[in-house]
């Protein structure tokens, strides 16, 4: 079936609604206007106005109230316009949803699953174009999710719902219009495993949500130029899949992380620290970071692409990494 | 008239209607708080209990008051001020205590402490220390109990500080909007840590404000444990006849410092004299006693009930088995035998 990730996304919701009567969607603009990204167009027309929420401008307040009607059983999926604004929010993800758990001792399971835009590419500049996904990462009590194909848009919600605990999705902004031949019926994938998107032997490239595509638009100059590359698509960011990343290494010897976060304090970071710390004696080379730069995103077009890994920087430091120690 | 009562209850046998019944009960209850926070003082002062341990002395009557208006299936959602929420909702003292000593028995499994008692059972949401954290939570709970139709209602506590944080104004103006079965029981003790409401506020009427979201709310004498139970009543009549939200601006003081770390520095001395002679303990004792309903032996045994009940919760605390490290990674996700229906 041909679709785009948006409409993959939105299938996603429609059955989790029809499926289960606790789900409900809520946010800014999610019912009437059909979604900042349209993702939610039509739904409030199926499912009502109780089910298909729209909020005011409060981003603390409706998270918090997701989290709270899940405690009390109910199944929200409360969508936040993008990762900058859940900031405002980021108090109630983070010193409630991800710890009620164990500050009650164990007493409490807040089901809730928060979907979220991310990402730059757009030339929306700064205040909406930033990639905090490695912060949510750093939580504990949470888990989170990066779908970067259609598959992962049409299936990951339900993985998510089905978890007992809070799931925070992001989905990358130069995603949503992405198409291509969904399988019907496939399996919803487990949540904390890693795919090899490319399979490869020369050097191991790592990347999760927007930087996929790039990512393998890399691997095919690589392959232009006799270099095998392997592409691993982390898609579930807490917890990280150590044993494919590794296994993968164990392969190519060598390893790339993309990964539009800055570099500082990133999730590339964190997967450069864990090969280093499991499979060093499989190395090469060293690991390198294909990164943002350390800007505010900014809006100018050129500015804007030379801030983000693209598949030119990301075969660079293939390239390197394959030609120095090759 | 009132000495013939006043005589009656001093030779031992004061009235037993119902309604003396009920507030001996409440009397019972404002005790039971009082005596386990000044057991915490001492136990504070001896290292045996740590961490920030914030004490409601003086503010019992509005634990009290309040809580006896809900019934067991409605929901609580506090602060980091809450041992007497806990202990006017019926967690068990002992599992309070416990907790306070970070043992297994807790009711927190050790995890929590002072500051973040919960109990599913009794649907005691916590035990937040996040200034305004708990509304919109609490507000979450309300609309879980609307969309599910149970005539359940939530009651969420704060602070006269909490209302200055933009959670409570998108949570009011939210809850208003979507009529949602809450009770906001505001506790106005004058201060947010050491800064007094006037600093902190550039209108002090609270209800005033809350109204202009379109919700019933008024103003209470929060040192009156029967006008906070009226007061409350009429507010969950209100909620559970489906006229959404109800705020309650309860007008109390704490007779302790913010915390036990806290010098209390900012308070003048005469201010909280003051307000000691209008201790919500006394205030209903002295009622009472002009009502012929106590006399000083029953309210001694009363008393020596709650100085008892302490006492065993300490002694279970003190012989419960601590929380292992070996359970540290515990309670993290949920197991998936013990996930939620
Ligand atoms: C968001 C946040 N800001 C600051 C603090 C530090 N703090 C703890 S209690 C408190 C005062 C709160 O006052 P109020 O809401 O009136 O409650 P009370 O302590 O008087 O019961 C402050 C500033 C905090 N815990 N959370």
């Known amino acids: ?8 996304l939105r299938e996603a919701l429609r059955e989790a ?8 969607l809520m946010g800014e603009d999610v019912g009437r206007y059909g979604g900042a990204f ?32 899940a405690l009390a059983g109910l199944r929200p999926v409360v969508e936040i316009m993008t990762v900058n604004f859940s900031l405002l929010a980021l108090d109630q993800i983070l010193n409630n949803a991800a710890t009620l758990r164990h500050m009650s001792g164990g007493q409490f399971s807040v089901p809730l699953v928060i979907r979220m835009t991310t990402g730059a590419g757009r030339q929306l500049a700064a205040q909406h174009s930033h990639s905090l996904e490695g912060w949510y990462a750093h939580i504990p009590g949470i888990r989170v999710l990066a779908p970067a194909t259609l598959a992962d848009a049409r299936r990951m919600l339900g993985g998510a719902l089905a978890d007992p605990d809070p799931v925070v999705i992001f989905e990358h902004g130069s995603l949503y219009n992405l198409s291509g031949e969904l399988d019907e019926d496939g399996a919803a994938p487990g949540i904390g495993a890693a795919a090899v998107r490319r399979p490869g032997h020369d050097v191991t490239l790592v990347t999760y949500g927007g930087s996929l595509p790039k990512t393998l638009a890399a691997a095919d100059v690589l392959a232009a130029d006799g270099i095998s590359a392997e592409v691993v698509d982390l898609r579930s960011l807490r917890p990280l899949d150590d044993a494919t990343v590794m296994a993968s290494v164990a392969r190519t010897h060598r390893a790339v992380i993309v990964d539009e976060g800055w570099r500082t304090g990133s999730l590339a970071a964190e997967v450069s620290a864990r090969i280093t710390e499991q499979a060093f004696y499989d190395l090469d080379a060293s690991v390198r970071r294909v990164c943002s730069a350390e800007v505010p995103i900014p809006y100018a077009r050129a500015l804007e692409e030379a801030a983000l890994p693209q598949p030119a920087s990301i075969a660079a430091a293939a390239g390197e990494v394959v030609g120095r120690h090759g | 008239m009132t000495t013939t009562r006043r005589t009656k209850a001093q030779r031992g046998r004061p009235s037993q209607s119902a ?3 009920h507030r001996r009960d409440l009397l019972a209850g404002m005790l039971l708080i009082r005596r386990f926070e000044e057991r915490c003082v001492e136990l ?37 001020r809450e041992h007497g929420h806990a202990l006017a909702r019926g967690v068990p003292v002992e599992a309070v205590m416990a907790e306070m000593y970070g043992k297994a028995t807790g009711c927190s499994g050790g995890r929590g402490g002072s500051m973040h008692l919960f109990d599913a059972g009794r649907r005691f949401y916590g035990g ?7 509304i919109p939570l609490a507000a979450g709970l309300a609309l879980a109990e609307k969309m599910r139709g149970t005539g359940g209602l939530v009651c969420c506590f704060f602070g006269d500080g909490a209302f200055a944080e933009g959670e409570f104004h ?26 007094p409401l006037a600093v902190e506020h550039a209108q ?32 969950v009549d209100g909620i559970r006849a489906g006229h959404g939200p109800h705020f309650l601006e309860l007008r109390t003081y704490r007779f302790r410092a913010h915390s036990m770390y806290d010098p209390d520095r900012y308070r003048d001395k005469t201010e909280i004299e003051r307000w000691r002679t209008r201790d919500p303990i006394s205030v209903l004792a002295e009622r009472m006693k002009a009502d012929g309903e106590l006399n000083d032996t029953v309210q001694d045994e009363l008393d020596q009930r709650a100085r008892r009940e302490v006492d065993r919760a300490q002694q279970a605390a003190e012989a419960a088995p601590a929380e292992s490290a070996a359970t540290l990674l515990r309670h993290v996700h949920t197991d998936s035998e013990e996930a939620p229906a």
């Open chain 2, 44 to 80: 504070y002062s001896a290292s045996t209990i740590r961490g920030f341990v914030h004490l409601c002395i003086g503010e019992e009557a509005v634990a009290t008051g309040v809580t006896t208006a809900l019934e067991p299936a409605d929901a609580v959602v506090s602060t980091y």
């Open chain 2, 204 to 235: 002090t009427d609270l209800a005033m404000r809350a109204a202009s979201y379109g919700m019933p709310a008024w103003a209470v004498d929060g040192m009156d444990v029967t006008a906070v139970e009226a007061a409350a009543r009429r507010a």
């Open chain 1, 1 to 8: 079936m041909k679709t785009t990730y948006r409409e993959a």
């Open chain 2, 19 to 21: 309604a003396a019944k």
């Open chain 1, 38 to 69: 349209g993702v939610s167009l039509g739904l409030v027309e199926e499912f009502g106005p109780e089910r298909v929420r729209d909020t005011p401008l409060s981003e603390s307040a409706f998270t918090g109230i997701g989290i709270g009607s």
């Open chain 1, 17 to 24: 609604l029809t499926a289960d009567e606790r789900v409900f």
């Open chain 2, 128 to 134: 937040n220390a996040i200034v305004a954290g708990g």
């Open chain 2, 170 to 195: 998108e949570s009011a103006n939210l809850a208003a909007l979507w009529s949602l079965p809450l009770l906001l029981a505001c506790e106005n003790n004058l201060y947010a840590m050491g800064t």
